[in-house]
């Protein structure tokens, strides 16, 4: 027509475009020749919509073009460089980025309230002018926002713009200007460290990767401000009910930023970072070596004596005694490798490269496995691993707080452990309570309280910042079985068996359920289903070894526990194993499963229960009586120090005192028993245990007066007439009036 093209400026998803000379109105233009453009799209109504925005930061368009089957949009020329091009030429300080993002959320409330949409924000979509001003382009393609609207042109550039969708957006959800807020976050995200969200992914795998994901578990430069994560992840929630609600607010929140945070911002005038970063090891900074630890040059003094001296040190050693100290070296570094075996794990460990989602990852895998002592001990040391480089990192210290209340399903005795819970869930969520895993460690705690209207708000808290969070549901269905709701629970367990179909742990909770309502056979199907999906699953030995028990089928759960025995041994099943043989009376058996778990590889030094259960059986052997005590002994020797830390435990208390009485040590036992008593007079528990500990030290009228506190209080008779130290006691005719 009358343009004549000049240079191509680049090419994007949408077309290509070429500097242009207009030689009807004399300008320069540019011109963008569409393509994969749709059979019967309206793209003059899109343009005249994008004409109409007055703000400055939208590019002007001129004309709509055709030529034969070509289309083209003409539009202002714009000096500059998008930000895609200059970030990779330097990067971005702090205060530029807050502006560069106030100025495009201004822009696109403009357009937003003309009920516009862009669509397809991204560095790329985004000039900035030498004078600082950002343009925002490809606004000729925008759909417009409503419940029928749809877009008129397919993109084909998924790359570049899969990785700033939102992903109600990805789901298949119209767009809407939420979707824009979530994009100019995720620019947000990629301006200040450098490198947009997996990076390393791209198609399918970065769009899975993008619906599954939390913004607020993405890689964080430690020398941002803290304030700046605050805002990129209130853009990029997944919840729309949590994310940011229009651009005025973004806007509004960068000037407060840029004024309130600029002390703290000048601090960190530039963020460094490398093009090539990737999502799993941001190389954001480049430390410089301490002036004293440079290497110092040697002076001209020194430097000429050095080798004469050498030469002389030379000739003092004849070849006999230089034989003899090479052979003293060596004996002296053999010695000192072997006397090192003992820190050869923290070598390794020490010398393995870190990474903070692969520490997360693993910190959180491990409590697949909660069930198993060891693998808790596991995800502490990579929580831990975490918060060693970065002290206020929310989610390691959520982390930590639900190790420690899974620490204390294995000893509910222990009440310093959900202490240590109860406090990292609080610093989480004052550190960040934009992230799913801090709303979840605080309802964990709520329900190991048994506090489940607190557990459940805080977990729809969780929901709500991530849909599909496994921890969340897990927790849920717990809580929902703890209040009796069976019907609503297993609902929710069938439902997350399906989303998470290689999870066991909702299948063991399925059979869980099904044996709290007594039906075995579906109880018996969940837990050899749970085992299919994972042979270690100490809750599925057992849940499955009950429901064949309560079918009367108890040789088979004989055979059950001897082959998980084999093929996933550890101290938790050993322990198990125990129980089980225990019920049926093999108490020899159930000793050796006991001394098993006692001594294994997996055993938890701190494990008072095991001991007190291998007491409790050796006494049903004749001749162990010895054994016995020194049994109790160790469980008491583990307690004791619990103890120290919370001494108005009346719970563990009372399980000191039993034991001190089951060594013969009354004294003890008689001022902790008191103390238990006084401390939880209504405790049932508590007034058991006293009961069976009067009865040892023969003061049978506390005795009578603590039991029958203990069956006013709700403890069950079943237990009170199963309990081998209280037989005298229920002959007692004071005791059977």
């Known amino acids: 027509l009358h343009y004549r093209l000049g240079r191509s400026l680049g090419e994007g998803g949408f077309g290509q475009v070429f500097e242009a000379w207009d030689a009807k109105l004399d300008r320069q233009v540019a011109i963008k020749y569409l393509k994969h453009v749709v059979a019967g799209a309206d793209l003059l109504k899109e343009a005249r919509l994008a004409a109409s925005l007055q703000h400055p930061a939208f590019i002007k368009i001129h004309a709509l073009e055709r030529d034969g089957d070509s289309q083209a949009i003409v539009m202002e020329l714009v000096p500059g460089q998008t930000l895609r091009q200059v970030q990779e030429a330097r990067p971005f300080s702090v205060p530029e980025v807050l502006e560069m993002v106030r100025q495009v959320a201004l822009a696109m409330q403009e357009a937003h309230a003309a009920d516009l949409i862009h669509g397809d924000l991204k560095p790329s979509n985004l000039m900035r002018e030498p004078g600082g001003a950002i343009r925002i382009l490809d606004f000729g393609l925008a759909s417009r926002s409503g419940r029928d609207a749809t877009t008129s042109l397919v993109q084909a550039d998924p790359q570049g713009t899969i990785a700033y969708m939102a992903p109600e957006i990805l789901t298949g959800a119209m767009r809407k200007s939420s979707a824009d807020i979530y994009a100019l976050g995720v620019i947000l995200y990629e301006l200040l460290t450098g490198s947009r969200p997996f990076n390393h992914l791209s198609g399918l795998a970065l769009a899975a990767a993008l619906m599954q994901s939390n913004s607020q578990l993405w890689p964080w430069p430690e020398q941002v401000p803290l304030a700046l994560r605050h805002l990129m992840c209130a853009m990029t929630a997944r919840s729309l009910a949590l994310r940011i609600g229009s651009m005025q607010e973004v806007a509004e929140r960068c000037t407060k930023l840029a004024k309130m945070d600029a002390r703290e911002i000048r601090q960190f005038p530039t963020i460094t970072h490398s093009s090539s970063a990737s999502d799993q090891n941001l190389n954001l900074t480049q430390p410089q070596p301490h002036p004293q630890l440079q290497p110092q040059p040697q002076t001209p003094e020194v430097s000429k004596r050095a080798p004469s001296a050498l030469l002389t040190a030379k000739q003092a050693w004849s070849p006999k005694a230089k034989r003899a100290v090479l052979m003293l070296g060596l004996v002296g570094a053999l010695y000192g490798l072997w006397q090192s075996q003992v820190y050869w794990p923290q070598l390794s460990s020490a010398i393995k490269p870190y990474s903070e989602s692969q520490e997360m990852n693993q910190g959180l895998a491990a409590f697949d496995q909660f069930d198993r002592q060891e693998m808790l001990d596991e995800a502490l040391l990579h929580f ?40 990292y869930a609080a610093k989480a969520l004052k550190l960040n309570d934009l992230l799913a895993m801090s709303h979840i460690a605080v309802a964990q705690v709520a329900y190991l309280r048994h506090r489940s209207a607190p557990a459940l708000a805080a977990l729809e808290r969780a929901f709500g910042l991530d849909p599909h969070n496994r921890l969340a549901w897990r927790l849920k269905i717990n809580v929902l079985m703890q209040e009796g709701r069976f019907v609503e629970a297993r609902r929710y367990a069938e439902e997350a068996a399906l989303f998470a179909a290689q999870d066991r742990i909702f299948v063991d909770q399925l059979g869980q359920i099904e044996l709290l309502q007594a039906n075995f056979k579906a109880a018996e199907i969940a837990f050899r289903r749970s085992l299919q999906l994972q042979a270690q699953s100490v809750i599925a030995y057992q849940g499955l070894a009950q429901a064949l028990l309560n079918q009367d089928r108890g040789d088979e759960a004989l055979t059950l526990f001897k082959d998980g025995i084999k093929i996933a041994s550890s101290a938790d099943l050993l322990a198990a194993y125990g129980h089980f043989l225990f019920a049926r009376g093999d108490y020899v058996s159930a000793a050796k499963a006991y001394e098993n778990a006692v001594a294994s590889d997996t055993a938890n030094a701190n494990d008072a229960r095991v001991w007190a259960n291998l007491g409790d059986t050796l006494t049903w052997i004749a001749g162990r009586n010895e054994e016995a005590k020194h049994a109790y002994e160790e469980a008491r020797k583990r307690l004791s120090p619990k103890l120290e830390q919370s001494p108005k435990n009346a719970k563990l208390s009372s399980r000191i005192a039993l034991y001190a009485a089951k060594t013969g040590d009354h004294e003890t036992a008689l001022t902790l028993v008191q103390s238990a008593q006084n401390g939880e007079a209504k405790n049932s528990e508590v007034q058991f245990r006293a009961a069976i500990t009067y009865e040892i030290m023969g003061r049978r009228n506390e005795a009578l007066a603590a039991i029958a506190l203990a069956r006013k209080g709700g403890y069950p008779i079943k237990l009170i007439d199963a309990e081998p130290e209280l037989v005298a006691l229920r002959r007692d005719p004071n005791y059977i009036q």
């Open 384 to 423: 831990s691993a975490i918060l060693r480089h970065s002290p206020d990192h929310a989610g390691s210290i959520a982390g930590l707080s639900l190790t420690y209340s899974l620490r204390y399903l294995h000893d509910v005795d222990d009440e310093a452990q959900l202490q240590k819970a109860e406090e």
